[in-house]
């Protein structure tokens, strides 16, 4: 009936949820895992450029991290409010539901939808301007170019 078809669509959203949360924690953190490999490459090669823009990434992903990590703890908070809430009225007191944990925890999950994609397009932006600095260093020095044959000078 209604009820268990109901508490089951509640299962599935926080499975959903966790799995959500989750994900991004992961993905954050393997942006900032692979960002560190790209400029160890890079760095290998030439100077990176535009080292601002990396920066920019690893900050909206520890920010992503953070504040995805914090809404857990504040939506245990709204959680517990709420239901001490809920046994006030059933012994008959009245106190008013405070939403500032509630509100908080969905600001901090609003938060992570934006910063996790701000932070990816600026890893992107910075690997594709790197990638261009390494197409214009191969083109001036022929010998960063593998697929250059270098001429033989006339004594070998």
Same mark, same amino acid.
């Not at 009936?1 to 992961?26: C, H, K, M, P, W």
């Given at each position: @009936?209604?009820?268990?078809?109901?508490?089951? =669509?509640?299962?599935?959203?926080?499975?959903?949820?966790?799995?959500?949360?989750?994900?991004? #924690? !992961?993905?954050?953190?393997g942006a900032l895992g692979l960002s560190v490999v790209l400029l160890?490459?890079? *760095?290998?090669?030439? /100077?990176?450029?535009?080292?601002?823009?990396?920066?920019?990434?690893?900050?909206?992903?520890?920010?992503? +991290? #953070?504040? !995805?990590?914090?809404?857990?703890?504040? @939506?245990? /908070?709204?959680? &517990?409010?709420? +239901?001490? *809430?809920?046994?006030? &009225?059933?012994? @008959?007191?009245?106190?008013?539901?405070?939403?500032?944990w509630r509100t908080l925890t969905i600001a901090l999950n609003r938060?992570?939808?934006?910063?996790?994609? #701000? @932070?990816?397009?600026?890893?992107?932006?910075?690997?594709?301007? !790197?990638?261009?600095?390494?197409?214009? &260093?191969?083109?001036?020095?022929?010998? =960063?170019?593998?697929?250059?044959?270098?001429? /033989?000078?006339?004594?070998?």
């Open positions: @009936g209604y009820y268990s078809y109901r508490a089951e =669509l509640e299962t599935l959203r926080v499975r959903q949820v966790a799995s959500f949360d989750s994900s991004i #924690v !992961n993905l954050a953190s160890t490459a890079l *760095a290998a090669i030439m /100077k990176p450029v535009s080292l601002d823009v990396l920066f920019a990434a690893w900050i909206a992903f520890v920010l992503c +991290i #953070v504040a !995805n990590l914090s809404s857990y703890q504040t @939506g245990a /908070k709204a959680a &517990e409010v709420e +239901i001490q *809430a809920l046994d006030d &009225e059933m012994r @008959g007191e009245t106190r008013e539901s405070s939403t500032f938060s992570v939808v934006v910063l996790f994609p #701000v @932070g990816a397009v600026l890893l992107l932006f910075f690997a594709a301007l !790197n990638a261009q600095a390494v197409r214009h &260093e191969q083109a001036d020095f022929p010998a =960063l170019n593998p697929s250059t044959e270098i001429p /033989k000078s006339e004594s070998e």
